[in-house]
């Protein structure tokens, strides 16, 4: 949900274990990935703990490579970098 106009927005076999928007609300940043099942219907967790950056004016989501293994996330306070926990460590701003 936009916090600006409160539209919502489903973003299909994305299973989200953290989000939060950048400070100017411009992107929304999302920690998760793909449900994997073990047999007979078990979840046995994410295929794909990343980060991904969704923005909501043009629809666009768009993967960070490098943030395998994600589970918690926050932006910097000037939305330039993204700090978070669970993953191996990185050089990939934002920008």
């Known amino acids: 949900?936009?916090?600006a106009d409160g539209e919502i927005?489903?973003?299909p076999d994305l299973l989200a274990t953290d989000l939060e928007w950048s400070p100017d609300g411009s992107l929304l940043?999302?920690?998760g990935g793909v449900e994997t099942a073990s047999g007979e219907g078990v979840i046995d967790g994410l295929?794909?703990?990343?980060?991904?950056?969704y923005e909501p004016s043009t629809g666009t989501l768009r993967t960070l490579?490098?943030?395998l293994?994600?589970?918690?996330?926050?932006?910097s306070p000037d939305g330039?970098?993204?700090?978070?926990a669970g993953g191996p460590p990185t050089d990939e701003g934002v920008d």
């Open 1 to 3: 949900m936009r916090p």
């Open 9 to 11: 927005t489903v973003i």
């Open 29 to 31: 940043a999302i920690a």
């Open 47 to 53: 295929q794909d703990a990343r980060i991904h950056l």
């Open 65 to 67: 490579d490098d943030t």
């Open 69 to 75: 293994g994600v589970d918690g996330l926050t932006w």
């Open 80 to 84: 330039g970098r993204i700090a978070y």
